[in-house]
């Protein structure tokens, strides 16, 4: 588990990035539910042509916790098209092998 102390003096946060965390995992694909009480997360990675798709992270949010990660999202992408250009949504070119509409939450 990540080691994090609060600094109260100074107002930081110390982080540890785990060696076995720090190199990622691929999703391309994410499906999210909520309740009342939380927002889901399932971060799935789906190869062309394969019939199953694999979980390959959960993160559970709170709802406030849930809408600061939209809110850094959108700064981020904001960011990175005044950097890079604009990020296509054309979704002709997902290559899904089903047609995916999510689940159905249940809380």
Do not use: C, W
């Amino acid at each position: 588990m990540a080691d994090q102390t609060k600094d109260f003096k100074q107002g930081q946060i110390q982080i540890e990035l785990p060696e076995e965390e720090a190199s990622g995992t691929y999703s391309n694909l994410v499906m999210i539910s909520h309740s009342p009480s939380e927002f889901i997360l399932d971060f799935i990675s789906v190869m062309p042509g394969a019939p199953k798709a694999k979980v390959v992270k959960r993160m559970v949010l709170t709802p406030d916790h849930a809408k600061r990660l939209m809110n850094a999202l959108s700064e981020n992408i904001q960011r990175y098209e005044s950097e890079n250009g604009a990020i296509s949504n054309n979704n002709d070119d997902i290559d899904v092998p089903f047609n995916y509409r999510g689940p159905t939450p249940e809380a």
